[in-house]
């Protein structure tokens, strides 16, 4: 400061403690005693006399008891706050996912074909379909499985593909099922799946017979001249069909649709683990499938599913598979978490390069029945996380973590995919019901969010940004939220849920009442062109959804809102699980998450 110098010393005055004289502090510290008769009073207060009286020490007694008590019980529920780590803590979901899993995963009970379980939970459901096999051109036994939508068709490729991703679900996240009173359901609706997978696969009774694949169970018809009555043209409970179900045959040279079975059995094969002998008969078939499909693939590679006129029937055009290198390897991926054998791990690896090479633009990071590749790079994304088996596989599966990294910057960048206004995410535009493709979305984000919380990565970069693991949960959440309501509707898209949902869903079953009559398939047009509600509420079934606008249209008629599929729920059920709250315990001592890390790689060895 200027002319500070000319300045006097700065001196303090204080009180000594013992007399209360004041003391007199020059800047260098140096005290002198002042005496002076002056007495400062405290700033404190001193001691005052109360005159107290307990008139009653049981009252008072309770009174400290329960002071202490309650002051011990909010110290500790903050040190468990405070110790808590941010990764256990459960974060509530403003959805009851409990009961949305249980009615979804009870829509595959509406769909069983064959004889019907006594103890099913769905009330307007009977036997159907017994006779499926015996047609005129095939004589097999076809009995089971699931109808694949609205109608009376099954089909075996996307049924396959429900089978895998369900057992998948289990695989990860099977201690939530258990611990939510589900775990039985899923696995009855698996095996009931699974059971129907064993028959469809015929091997050669010869060197020189082919192997038979029954891809299709039921038909739309062809001749638009005559039509006879059919899967399609007639709306007719399944209990009520009397109209020929004719089968479609495919050979071993099907590689997406042998690649599918493969996979669901393999997968299935560690959901029933515990229940050895029908896992090794579940392992068995799909390794017997597996070794003559790849053979038949090095010599076949121009054949896939769509191109063989004989083979899949309607299937070609409801289910028409782009190309079949995903699929088998798809199989080989799931047959050597199956097995531990490294022989297939080494065709996965080394053609997994040629499956995304393989992969169309239109489908590009889209996991769905026709694309497995998202979904494969995840598992090995897994496998190098969690099992790193090192040389020769390090370079596809660091390639894999890649792709997955670069999937979900796309998911979250808004720049790849559109979405509607309310924020449900655009897929696949062109085709229609957006749904079954935001739900696969979900459940790939969550689980790979998982896995990066068990890996301790918080985060990663982008081309142009960078995301955070609480980035990837918004999203995730977010779409199946979308679903169960939080949309611009203020609809839930699963039929049962909540107080506003589809009431007019394309589906025979739903729309026809279960009175004990047989209702003919000329009757059906009544309940198919009827304003009414459906007389039967098919809980848990999951619509194709809203159009890229939020608009949607409670009408029967309009398929591409209102018909659900079991492909479309088996990704719906797995979103559901995956964001579900861990059980309370867990023996793991990482984070609580609710997901089997190791369980997988139970056969799973270095190569020595």
């Not at 064959?114 to 004589?139: K, T």
């Not at 007719?236 to 071993?252: A, G, H, L, T, W």
């Not at 085709?431 to 919380?453: E, H, V």
């Not at 089997?596 to 020595?608: A, P, Q, R, T, Y």
């Amino acid at each position: 400061m200027a002319g500070s110098s000319n300045l006097a010393p700065v001196s303090s005055i204080h009180t000594s403690s013992e007399t209360g004289r004041l003391l007199t502090s020059e800047t260098k510290c140096n005290s002198k005693e002042i005496d002076l008769d002056v007495s400062l009073p405290s700033p404190y207060s001193k001691s005052y006399l109360f005159e107290l009286v307990i008139a009653d020490k049981t009252h008072y007694r309770r009174f400290l008891y329960i002071s202490l008590t309650l002051a011990f019980v909010v110290l500790a529920l903050g040190l468990v706050l405070h110790f808590l780590p941010e990764n256990n803590r459960h974060h509530g979901h403003s959805k009851n996912l409990t009961l949305a899993l249980n009615q979804a995963i009870a829509f595959f009970d509406a769909q069983k074909s064959g004889s019907y379980p006594s103890n099913s939970p769905i009330s307007f459901r009977g036997s159907s379909g017994l006779q499926d096999g015996n047609s005129s051109n095939i004589h097999a036994d076809l009995v089971g499985g699931f109808y694949d939508s609205g109608n009376n068709i099954k089909f075996t490729f996307p049924a396959a593909y429900t089978i895998t991703l369900l057992s998948w679900s289990v695989v990860e996240y099977h201690r939530k099922y258990a611990d939510i009173g589900e775990l039985e359901h899923i696995k009855d609706v698996i095996k009931w799946g699974s059971d129907y997978l064993l028959k469809v696969f015929v091997p050669p009774t010869a060197k020189s017979d082919p192997s038979l694949l029954y891809s299709q169970v039921g038909s739309a018809g062809n001749d638009t001249k005559n039509p006879v009555p059919n899967d399609i043209n007639c709306w007719q409970r399944p209990e009520d069909m009397r109209y020929k179900r004719p089968v479609s045959v495919c050979n071993e040279t099907a590689s997406d649709l042998a690649g599918e079975i493969v996979a669901a059995l393999s997968a299935a094969s560690i959901v029933f683990k515990q229940e050895n002998e029908y896992s090794q008969r579940l392992l068995k078939k799909a390794e017997q499938i597996y070794e003559i499909t790849a053979k038949e693939d090095r010599i076949h590679r121009a054949i896939t599913y769509t191109t063989i006129d004989a083979c899949g029937g309607e299937a070609r055009k409801f289910y028409g598979s782009s190309g079949y290198k995903d699929e088998l390897v798809w199989a080989a991926t799931w047959l050597f978490f199956a097995t531990g054998n490294h022989t297939f791990l080494d065709y996965a690896t080394t053609n997994f390069a040629a499956a995304a090479d393989d992969e169309t633009t239109t489908y590009k990071g889209i996991f769905y029945w026709n694309n497995k590749l998202a979904a494969n790079a995840v598992l090995f994304t897994r496998l190098r996380f969690f099992r790193d088996l090192g040389f020769p596989y390090e370079n596809v599966l660091a390639l894999s973590t890649n792709m997955i990294d670069q999937l979900m910057c796309s998911y979250l960048s808004k720049q790849n995919f559109n979405r509607t206004p309310g924020g449900l995410i655009l897929l696949s535009p062109g085709t229609g019901g957006p749904l079954q493709f935001a739900a696969t979305a979900s459940f790939l984000s969550k689980l790979y969010n998982d896995y990066l919380t068990l890996f301790r990565r918080s985060s990663w970069n982008c081309t142009n940004d960078g995301f955070s693991l609480e980035m990837l949960q918004s999203f995730s959440t977010s779409q199946i939220n979308y679903i169960l309501g939080d949309n611009p509707r203020k609809m839930s898209y699963m039929v049962g849920f909540g107080d506003h949902y589809p009431t007019h869903v394309h589906h025979r079953t739903a729309s026809i009442p279960w009175d004990g009559q047989y209702h003919s398939c000329a009757e059906g047009d009544r309940w198919l062109h009827s304003q009414d509600q459906n007389p039967n509420v098919l809980l848990g079934a999951m619509v194709a959804g809203p159009d890229q606008f939020d608009d949607f249209s409670d009408e029967r008629e309009k398929t591409w809102f209102t018909e659900p599929s079991i492909a479309g729920n088996a990704g719906l059920v797995a979103a559901l699980i995956a964001h579900h709250d861990p059980p309370r315990s867990s023996a793991s001592n990482g984070p609580n998450l609710g997901l089997d890390i190791m369980g997988i790689f139970e056969k799973v060895h270095l190569n020595s």
